[in-house]
């Protein structure tokens, strides 16, 4: 049973637009939630977290929204870059920073100039 | 400073075979955590060491087994290898256990045939 989903599996964006990258999860201990990044042929890099204490994260043109009541989070992207174009892996974690992360199966992003 | 390195890049092995992977983590990271990407699961935890002992283990068979040395380089271990082995087996490294802001090599695709 998967406790991270991320139902999109393809996103694809006109570059300046807005991204908006989606992830549910079914447990509820789930206290802290990361996004990560891949590029083909590299593995994957953090992009921005959040605690379940918060409700918003945002870190340049990084933005993630935490919606504890839907067991939702999203990842906004504004504005998307060609750059920009890679897998996105949803993660919950419920020891906070410190517990092991399950992730979600990844959304690939494509944005196009 | 250098990334964290995974050897080798690409593997073929066939069923019942055995494989080991090597893994160096960032200069004076001493947690490593090793993961299995495939398709169908996406993302999934193996294991992680720190200071040589494993400190966590994820759902896997018996067949996965991993170490660390005293320098923090890890290796991990498939025995008996079956076709659904084939993945990608990514390791990532931080400075200590469980910190979720991990820094991941580019992984280690293994292919059983």
């Known amino acids: 049973d998967q406790q991270v989903k991320q139902n999109s599996p393809s996103l694809s964006v006109q570059e300046g637009r807005i991204s908006i990258l989606n992830c549910d999860y079914t447990n509820s201990m789930f206290d802290y ?23 918003k ?3 340049g043109r990084f933005t993630v929204f935490l919606n504890k009541s839907a067991k939702h989070l999203s990842l906004h992207i504004v504005p998307s870059q060609p750059g920009d174009s890679a ?19 990844g959304t690939k992003l494509s944005v196009k100039p | 400073k250098a990334g964290v390195t995974q050897t080798p890049r690409y593997l ?17 990271h001493r947690s490593v955590s090793w993961y299995q990407q495939t398709p169908g699961q996406g993302l999934q935890f193996l294991f992680e060491y720190f200071s040589e002992t494993q400190r966590n283990k994820g759902n896997f068979p018996g067949r996965f087994s991993g170490r660390q040395f005293s320098n923090s380089r890890s290796e ?9 082995d084939s993945a990608l087996y990514l390791c990532a490294s931080s400075l200590i256990p469980k ?11 293994l292919t059983v045939l």
């Open chain 1, 33 to 55: 939630f990361l996004w990560y990044k891949k590029y083909p042929a590299e593995g994957p890099t953090f992009l921005i977290s959040i605690s379940s204490i918060k409700d």
């Open chain 1, 57 to 59: 994260n945002e870190d």
């Open chain 1, 87 to 105: 897998v996105y892996f949803c993660a919950a974690s419920a020891g906070g920073s410190q517990g092991n992360l399950i992730f979600g199966k």
């Open chain 2, 12 to 28: 073929i092995k066939t069923r019942g075979q055995q494989v080991t992977l090597s893994c160096s983590p960032i200069s004076g």
């Open chain 2, 76 to 84: 991990m271990n498939v025995s008996t290898l079956e076709l659904g």
């Open chain 2, 99 to 109: 910190d979720n802001e991990q820094f991941f090599g580019p992984g280690t695709r």
